[in-house]
């Protein structure tokens, strides 16, 4: 196959193309000196996105993940932190879960499961250079995941108080950390295609290391602690040591359920794909995608996002519970305001483009895809009309409203993905497709991507 190459004379005409619209150089004035959002924001739109809402969720102040990509256990742990509060009676401001402590045990599973993975791939006589096992090494230990994958850690690890494994240098920057366990397990994998009759004793040992490398970053998480805490109402309580399993279901599971709600481990993940091959109502799962062996596959439920709103607006309405989601956070995003809008900016009328690609499209030429985790934590709602959205995020108090974003309920349709929400609440026919076995996507899919 052979390419035209670009001429002089073409590079000439895109010259003089640019110059004959006087728009142009407006925009290349204006962009220049003050960067495409600046010049592409839409004043209008920004002023009439209110942060007022008709139900708000108070789960004090907004955590921060610093340079991590644990959005997800920041936010499922968001989610607990409220419910363990309600239950304890506590201040708003006086509790927060270890997201550290989570870290650690979802890194130290997802080595076991990532060796398990590559050792039976081996066997079954999967060459090196496959795309699966090249993408299985390229995408190796981020520290993305899946509402279930949070669970999985929660529910066989339990969780702790932030006091008893606090963060570290390498918690709140983990890109150093990550660097050393990709290459102690992908030297692993090198190994045992070199010498695949000791694959076995090969994957035990880089799970070792992947151990002794977690924990001299992280330090070693408590097995047991002595808890006890003040309430509001300024009262002391001693409830003597626990364990993190034992903290997890007395202050969240038995939180929940002795109020007749649904534990958060029963909950189930509902995805909008937008793709037209993949029906609604039916489920959903991603070959190779997985944390703890054993535990509870990923999978999701595809639905609309119409019946996802319901969802939630019921649960922060009716339930006053905050609410896990997936979303493309960066479209249409003001960062510093903590705002989203599909109208926020107006980058067709800067570039005299129109960008016309709906969802679907933009999930299957790659340019959408989940990429950040948080939690709805109120709504404006009027009737059966839905204005905006209160959002907990984890990127500290320096920007939005101390932390807290504001979504335009259009933004919802284009850019969320999934949300967490009991089983019980689903319609019986939902439920029923929630046993059924999903239809499985590669490793690659978009839908496998993680927050």
């Not at 590559?118 to 079954?124: D, E, S």
């Not at 150093?176 to 190994?191: D, E, G, I």
């Not at 896990?324 to 570039?351: N, S």
């Amino acid at each position: 196959m052979s390419f035209e190459p670009l001429s002089a004379q073409a590079v000439e005409g895109l010259r003089a193309n640019f110059e004959s619209r006087e728009a142009n150089r407006i925009a290349m004035n204006a962009v220049a000196q003050n960067g495409i959002d600046a010049a592409a924001k839409n004043f209008d739109r920004a002023r009439w996105l209110q942060r007022r809402f008709s139900t708000v969720i108070d789960n004090g102040t907004a955590t921060s993940q610093k340079h991590s990509g644990r959005c997800w256990l920041f936010s499922s742990l968001n989610v607990a932190r409220f419910i363990a509060k309600r239950t304890m009676n506590l201040k708003d401001t006086d509790f927060e879960f270890s997201q550290s402590y989570a870290m650690y045990f979802d890194k130290l599973e997802r080595a076991n499961y990532f060796m398990q993975d590559m050792q039976a791939l081996i066997a079954a006589g999967e060459p090196s250079d496959s795309r699966l096992v090249q993408f299985l090494l390229h995408d190796l230990f981020g520290d993305g995941g899946q509402w279930t994958m949070a669970m999985n850690v929660y529910s066989k690890y339990g969780a702790v108080p932030k006091d008893f494994f606090p963060e570290t240098a390498s918690s709140q920057n983990t890109g150093p950390m990550n660097t050393q366990l990709r290459s102690a397990l992908r030297q692993a994998v090198a190994h045992m295609y070199a010498h695949p009759e000791n694959a076995a004793a090969i994957a035990a040992e880089a799970v070792e290391q992947a151990h002794r490398i977690l924990t001299i970053h992280l330090g070693t998480p408590p097995t047991s602690f002595d808890w006890s805490y003040v309430d509001k109402d300024g009262e002391f309580h001693r409830e003597g040591e626990m364990t993190p399993v034992q903290f997890w279901n007395t202050y969240v599971r038995d939180g929940l359920t002795s109020r007749g709600a649904a534990p958060l481990e029963d909950y189930v993940c509902l995805v909008d794909d937008p793709r037209s091959e993949h029906p609604k109502g039916k489920m959903i799962g991603i070959e190779h995608l997985g944390n703890v062996a054993g535990g509870t596959p990923t999978a999701y439920l595809n639905v609309d996002t119409s019946f996802m709103k319901t969802c939630v607006r019921t649960i922060l309405e009716e339930q006053g519970i905050p609410v896990w989601f997936g979303a493309d956070c960066h479209p249409m995003m003001d960062r510093k305001e903590g705002a989203w809008a599909t109208d926020l900016f107006e980058y067709g009328r800067v570039y005299g483009i129109d960008f016309d690609m709906d969802k679907e499209e933009r999930v299957r030429f790659a340019d959408s895809a989940m990429n950040h985790a948080m939690a709805f934590a109120g709504v404006d709602a009027d009737g059966e009309t839905t204005n905006r959205w209160r959002v907990e995020n984890s990127w500290g108090t320096e920007i939005a409203d101390k932390g807290f974003f504001t979504m335009d309920d259009p933004w919802f349709d284009e850019f969320v993905y999934e949300v967490a929400v009991p089983k019980s609440m689903l319609p019986a026919e939902y439920q029923a497709a929630v046993e059924e076995e999903p239809l499985m996507l590669p490793a690659w899919d978009p839908m496998g991507a993680l927050a």
